[in-house]
C-alpha cells in the first residue's frame, strides 16, 4: 500500500543543478501526490455509498456504521480515528483489535507536547508487529514532533476544523521529505495544501509524500439542502439527504481524478461489495424486480450450492423456497 520516499537531493551540486532540481522531476511529484486512499468518514448509508464508490470507509472509535439492522451491508472498517475530546490509547488500541479485519489507517492522536510524541510513537512501535499493513497516523501540534515522530509513521496535516493548524506549529520544511494524512478541509484547500508541501524549491527540498487524505464536510451540508461540486456548493432541494450526500463523493472523487491524487486501486477493488447482489435482480419468492438500493440493503441474499445467488424479502421467503426447490445454501 505504501510507495518509496522520492530520494533526497544530493548535496554539493553546482549551481546548475540546483536550478535543474528546482524545475523538479515530474513524475516525481506526480508519485508524491497520488495518494493511496481518500478516506470519508461517517455511518450508513453514507460510509457505504462513499465505499462503493472508491472512497476508504471509517469510524472514530467511539462510533459504528450502525449497519446491524440491515441484513444485507457489510461495510468495512478500513479507518479508525480517535476520540480527540477525551484520547485513551488502551481504549483505542482495544477498539482496533475488536475490528474484524486489519484497518488501512489508524490516526492515533494528536500531540501537543514533546512528551505525548514520544508517547505516541512508542505506542504505534508497538504496534507494527500486531498490524503490519495498517498505516499509523500521529499529528504534530508542536514543533519538538518532528524531530520525535519516526519517519515510518506517517504525519497528519491538520486543517478542516481543528483548533491547531499546521500552519500555526510548522513551516513548510518540517513536512518535506515526510509521508502525510490531510485532516479535513475542502477538496480545494486540501489541493492547495498538497501544491505547497509537493512543489519544487529553489533550495531542492523533496516533495512531502501525500499518503491519503479525509473530509467528511458533505454530510453535515446535506442537511442544509446543498451538496458539494466541482463548481461550489449547489442546492439540492430536489434530492434525498442520501442521494445529496452520494452526489458529493461522486465530485469529490472526479475533482481528485484529474489532479492525479486519486489512488489507482480503491479499497472496493481489492475487497468486496458492501451490498451483495443476487443473480437476477428480483426477489425469488415473488419475482418482484429490485428498484430500489435501500430495498436490496434489507433484503436476505443467499449463496447455493448449485452456483445460484438469490434475493429474499424475509426469512420465511427464504425458508419455502429452499424447502419446496430443494436448495442447499453453500458452507451449509
Not at 444485507?72 to 490509547?89: G, I, R, S, W
Not at 463548481?231 to 439527504?241: E, H, P, R, V
Not at 452520494?246 to 468486496?272: A, C, D, H, Q, Y
Request: with cysteine; charged share 25%; glycine share 6%.
Amino acid at each position: 500500500m505504501s510507495r518509496s520516499h522520492p530520494p533526497a537531493p544530493a548535496t554539493g551540486t553546482t549551481s546548475e543543478q540546483t536550478d535543474s532540481r528546482a524545475v523538479g522531476n515530474g513524475d516525481d511529484i506526480a508519485a508524491a501526490r497520488q495518494a493511496d486512499y481518500i478516506a470519508f468518514l461517517h455511518r450508513h448509508p453514507f460510509a457505504t455509498d462513499a465505499y462503493d464508490l472508491g472512497f476508504l470507509p471509517g469510524i472514530r472509535e467511539d462510533y459504528s456504521f450502525q449497519i446491524n439492522d440491515f441484513a444485507n451491508v457489510e461495510t468495512p472498517v478500513l479507518m479508525v480515528d480517535n476520540y480527540f475530546h477525551d484520547p485513551d490509547a488502551n481504549r483505542y488500541v482495544a477498539r482496533i483489535r475488536e475490528l474484524p479485519e486489519q484497518p488501512w489507517v489508524c490516526v492515533l492522536g494528536d500531540v501537543t507536547t514533546p512528551e505525548q510524541a514520544r508517547d505516541y510513537t512508542q505506542l504505534a512501535r508497538s504496534l507494527v508487529n500486531e498490524f503490519p499493513t495498517t498505516e499509523f497516523v500521529i499529528v504534530p501540534k508542536c514543533p519538538e514532533a518532528f524531530e520525535i515522530i519516526d519517519e515510518q509513521f506517517v504525519l497528519g496535516y491538520p486543517m478542516g476544523y481543528s483548533d491547531i493548524q499546521a500552519t500555526d506549529i510548522s513551516t513548510l520544511s518540517d513536512w518535506r521529505g515526510r509521508r502525510v494524512h490531510l485532516l479535513g478541509a475542502s477538496p480545494p484547500k486540501q489541493f492547495e495544501a498538497i501544491q505547497r508541501l509537493t512543489q519544487p524549491t529553489i533550495t531542492g527540498d523533496p516533495p512531502a509524500d501525500i499518503v491519503g487524505l479525509d473530509w467528511n464536510g458533505p454530510q453535515r451540508v446535506a442537511y442544509l439542502g446543498e451538496y458539494w461540486s466541482r463548481d461550489g456548493w449547489q442546492a439540492a432541494d430536489q434530492l434525498s439527504i442520501r442521494e445529496t450526500v452520494r452526489k458529493s463523493l461522486r465530485e469529490m472523487r472526479k475533482f481528485w481524478e484529474r489532479r492525479g491524487v486519486w489512488p489507482t486501486e480503491t479499497p472496493i477493488e481489492s475487497g468486496k461489495s458492501s451490498v451483495r447482489e443476487p443473480d437476477d435482480p428480483v426477489f425469488t419468492a415473488s419475482g418482484e424486480t429490485i428498484r430500489e438500493r435501500e430495498a436490496l440493503e434489507d433484503a436476505i441474499v443467499v449463496d447455493y450450492e448449485d452456483g445460484q445467488t438469490l434475493a429474499y424479502r424475509s426469512d420465511t421467503e427464504r425458508a419455502h423456497v429452499e424447502y419446496h426447490d430443494g436448495l442447499v445454501r453453500s458452507g451449509s
